[in-house]
């Protein structure tokens, strides 16, 4: 079985500091992972996915991903915060065998970015 | 291009009632997934439908149920409301969900509150 693990409940950061949002995984086979973000009373918004390639993803608003298959982490990162980044973050895994739905989500990261 | 739409927003039950939940996928998007959000048990999965037929479901009772229209529109319905239903329900929509490489696209959600 798939899982998802997110170790921080809340990362706090100040204005213009690298943010990072840890994430480490364990699925059978070949992993495909997202990330998503969620602002309050709104639904996830996709930010991006690692399916196979270069181990660094880039994806929408300045966020990157670091794919490391031996450590079986997939962080995300920004290299400048800011203030509209405050939400709460969540990691999600497939393995690619699993192609119909079923995302298995990570408990999710409050990010807390102070000006 | 419209996004995935879910009414209504907000909505509150009484325990023993039953709620009906509709969503609309993205424009050619045929594959709709729902999850259940809550504050104790995350983000998990309810179940798939493509094509009108449910391709894969979650760990849930049998008062969750749901169905697709051939428009790919989806409509989930819990029967016998227990307070423990109230959450957020997402919605999210894929172009076939036939490859777990498919992002998944989530709409605003529905939040349910059971009294």
């Known amino acids: 079985a798939q899982s998802v693990a997110q170790p921080e409940d809340q990362v706090n950061v100040a204005e213009g500091n690298p943010l990072t949002v840890k994430c480490t995984y364990s699925v059978s086979g070949n992993p495909y992972l997202f990330w998503y973000v969620q602002y309050p009373n709104r639904g996830l918004q996709f930010l991006l996915k690692y399916i196979t390639g270069d181990n660094l993803v880039k994806g929408s608003y300045g966020f990157e991903a670091e794919f490391n298959k031996s450590q079986t982490s997939f962080h995300l990162k920004k290299p400048s915060a800011l203030v509209s980044d405050s939400a709460l973050y969540f990691c999600?895994?497939?393995?690619?065998?699993?192609?119909?739905?079923?995302?298995?989500f990570g408990a999710g990261t409050q990010v807390v970015v102070t000006p | 291009k419209a996004g995935v739409t879910q009414t209504p927003r907000y909505l509150i039950k009484t325990r023993g009632q039953q709620v009906t939940l509709s969503c609309s996928p993205i424009?050619?998007?045929?594959?709709v997934s729902w999850y259940q959000q809550t504050p104790g048990q995350g983000l998990q999965f309810l179940f798939e439908y493509f094509s009108e037929t449910q391709r894969n479901k979650g760990n849930f009772p049998g008062r969750f149920s749901g169905r697709q229209f051939s428009n790919s529109r989806s409509e989930m319905n819990v029967s016998t409301l227990e307070l423990g239903d109230s959450a957020l329900y997402l919605c999210a929509s894929s172009l076939a969900g036939a490859s777990a490489r498919e992002t998944q696209y989530f709409g605003p959600g529905t939040r349910l509150l059971v009294l």
């Open positions: 424009s050619g998007h045929r594959s």
């Open positions: 999600a895994v497939r393995p690619s065998t699993d192609s119909w739905g079923k995302l298995q």
